[in-house]
T-cell receptor
Framework: NAGVTQTPKFQVLKTGQSMTLQCAQD?????MYWYRQDPGMGLRLIYY???????DKGEVPNGYNVSRLNKREFSLRLESAAPSQTSVYFC????????????FGPGTRLTVT | DQQVKQNSPSLSVQEGRISILNCDYT??????FLWYKKYPAEGPTFLIS?????DKNEDGRFTVFLNKSAKHLSLHIVPSQPGDSAVYFC???????????FGKGNQVVVIP
């Protein structure tokens, strides 16, 4: 049982390049989330998926797109990376109903030059 | 505007003493409050939570207190251990989709 896994662990992009961050969970959770963590800013929600087939914007969605590929996988795409998207990205999952706890992956450290 | 606020970004405490972390919130619709612990290069891990209808929850060395009238909660760690050195995030749930609002975090350093 690996929990929440994220790939890659590190990535360096040039401005304007695109990439997809992958996230998978093996806990049969309904809900999945993407956060970014910046120094002094805490964790901010980018997008979330309450259940398979649905996605919604969070607090800071601009410049990102998401895909809930199936119940296990939730990917985050940067179409045209900008230096302001340099951050650590965390994926999380939650059982949803009657549960409030979220389980986090180890993070992807992204640098955009 | 930040709905969950953690001031005093860092705290140093001697091993064996009490660590107290504070958190204030603005949204009276939050129904659960959580504390997460984060080590460097790892994802946050759930530590303890409290329902908005309670005023105290205890789990081993960790106790969370909630004062709804003041919109304030605190995390007490007694006794503090070197392994408690980490960043602690306060979070609050604001809807049935389990969306959480996080504070900026507090760095705790426990000195052996």
């Amino acid at each position: 049982n690996a929990g929440v896994t994220q790939t890659p662990k590190f990535q360096v992009l040039k401005t304007g390049q695109s990439m997809t961050l992958q996230c998978a969970q093996d806990m049969n959770h309904n809900s999945m989330y993407w956060y970014r963590q910046d120094p002094g800013m805490g964790l901010r929600l980018i997008y979330y998926s309450a259940s398979e087939g649905t996605t919604d914007k969070g607090e800071v969605p601009n410049g990102y797109n998401v895909s809930r590929l199936n119940k296990r996988e939730f990917s985050l795409r940067l179409e045209s990376a900008a230096p302001s998207q340099t951050s650590v990205y965390f994926c999380a999952s939650s059982p949803r109903d009657y549960s409030y706890e979220q389980y986090f992956g180890p993070g992807t450290r992204l640098t955009v030059t | 505007d930040q709905q969950v606020k953690q001031n005093s970004p860092s705290l140093s405490v001697q091993e064996g003493r009490i660590s107290i972390l504070n958190c204030d919130y603005t949204n009276s619709m939050f129904d659960y409050f959580l504390w997460y612990k984060k080590y460097p290069a790892e994802g946050p891990t759930f530590l303890i939570s409290i329902s908005s209808i309670k005023d105290k929850n205890e789990d081993g060395r960790f106790t969370v207190f909630l004062n709804k009238s003041a919109k304030h909660l605190s995390l007490h760690i007694v006794p503090s251990q070197p392994g408690d050195s980490a960043v602690y995030f306060c979070a609050a749930r604001f809807d049935g989709n389990n969306r959480l609002a996080f504070g900026k975090g507090n760095q705790v350093v426990v000195i052996p």
